[in-house]
């Protein structure tokens, strides 16, 4: 397995180095978490690669105004131009979509059931058809779970999440993200 994983670093590092050259000059400071492929080795953090690209540009004007509260997040946006946020968006849009498998099949498995609840908003496969909303598909799991948990909570604002939420918990959401972590983007 160690070796596997090693061949497969050293055939991407020349992919991510070409993507990183047709980078906007901005995205240099979003590859210190989320990659220079768009792929964030943190499972706690989101991938962009792949991600839709109004979802990401209205988050990131969210993250830059205020609007949506990361701490982390506000150094490396508080200086974007609306032009900026516009070159990341696309940029990580064009990006493919990573697979971030958890590996527990039994989660998978309840996880695809639950995901009836999902499938409106985001999708047959964890990709919504509408720009405006996020992809699931390839997304870590824990992040998954961690933003599931903020919706509940009411940290995460949204009157459709909170509703779709009601009635689960942090088995269910778990269960959720696994499932989705486990499809192929696009």
């Known amino acids: 397995m160690k070796n596997w994983i090693i061949a497969g670093i050293v055939l991407l590092f020349p992919a991510a180095a070409a993507l990183a050259d047709k980078a906007p000059a901005v995205a240099q400071a979003c590859t210190a ?3 220079p492929a768009g792929v964030s080795s943190n499972p706690e953090w989101p991938n962009l690669a ?6 990401l540009a209205d988050q ?9 509260a990361i701490p982390a997040m506000a150094p490396f946006v508080n200086g974007l131009s609306d032009g900026d946020i516009a070159a990341l968006a696309k940029y990580y849009a064009a990006l493919p979509s990573p697979t971030s498998a958890n590996g527990d099949a039994k989660l998978v498995s309840g996880g695809e059931s639950l995901s009836a609840y999902c499938k409106a908003c985001h999708g047959m496969q964890g990709r919504p058809a509408a720009d405006e909303w996020p992809a699931l598909a390839g997304q870590h799991a824990k992040y998954l779970q961690n933003q599931l948990a903020l919706f509940k909570s009411g940290e995460r604002v949204n009157g459709h999440m909170a509703a779709a939420l009601g009635p689960l918990g942090e088995e269910e959401f778990a269960a959720l993200a696994a499932y989705y972590s486990q499809l192929r983007g696009r």
């Open 60 to 68: 990131i004007t969210a993250f830059r105004d205020g609007t949506r």
């Open 50 to 55: 792949g991600q839709n690209a109004t979802y």
């Open 33 to 35: 978490c989320h990659g």
